[in-house]
């Protein structure tokens, strides 16, 4: 069952992520590297993405059929990853902040505006590096990135603060403030 409810739950999170991803190519091995690879954090507050990680456990089963809370409980116990930290952000991207109901949802949009932005777009399984990949991963999670955010999770033209000493709510809010400025989303 535990193998079952992972694979089902990975699947979930991928079809939530990669609508985008589909036109550019397969990423089936950064996504499972991103699934299989622990979510640390060194800023406090960081603590509320792998919460909201956790939760997208919760949003799956609530969108299951098949599976109940007890399951989670049971055989989804681990950790937050960084792919279900990173997801959930883009939901709570859309779902609270940047959603219209008329334009669809975006979250896979979000989702692979982090994934540009720590250059992993070019990752397609004909492309994988996993060494490449550890390496910008870790730099994201120890806050090993320009003080602009690049190769972080979002990047701000001409910060106030270095990105790298604030919270990636914090972080979150500015880019979105700063993408709404410069772009039309509709």
């Known amino acids: 069952m535990k193998s079952k409810i992972s694979e089902d739950y990975y699947n979930w999170l991928v079809d939530l992520t990669c609508d985008w991803c589909s ?29 909201d990680g956790f939760e997208t456990r919760f949003r799956f089963i609530e969108q299951s059929n098949y599976y109940t809370y007890r399951d989670v409980y049971l055989y989804m116990n681990g950790p937050c990853n960084v792919l279900e930290m990173m997801t959930a952000l883009a939901i709570r991207c859309e779902d609270h902040i940047m959603g219209d109901p008329s334009g669809g949802s975006r979250t896979d949009f979000w989702f692979w505006e982090m994934i540009t932005n720590m250059h ?27 003080k602009d955010g690049t190769g972080g999770l979002f990047k701000i033209h001409d910060p106030t603060k270095d990105m790298r000493n604030v919270e990636i709510w914090c972080q979150l809010n500015w880019y979105l403030n700063e993408y709404m400025e410069n772009y039309d989303l509709y």
Do not use: C, K, W
């Not at 950064?30 to 993405?49: A, K, Q, V, W």
């Not at 992993?120 to 320009?146: A, G, I, P």
């Open 23 to 51: 036109s550019h190519g397969d990423f089936s091995e950064l996504m499972s590297y991103l699934y299989f690879r622990t979510f640390t954090y060194i800023i406090p507050n960081d603590s509320n993405r792998a919460s």
């Open 120 to 146: 992993l777009d070019q990752m397609t399984n004909d492309n994988f590096d996993e060494m490449l990949v550890e390496e910008l991963v870790s730099n994201m999670l120890e806050r090993r990135y320009e």
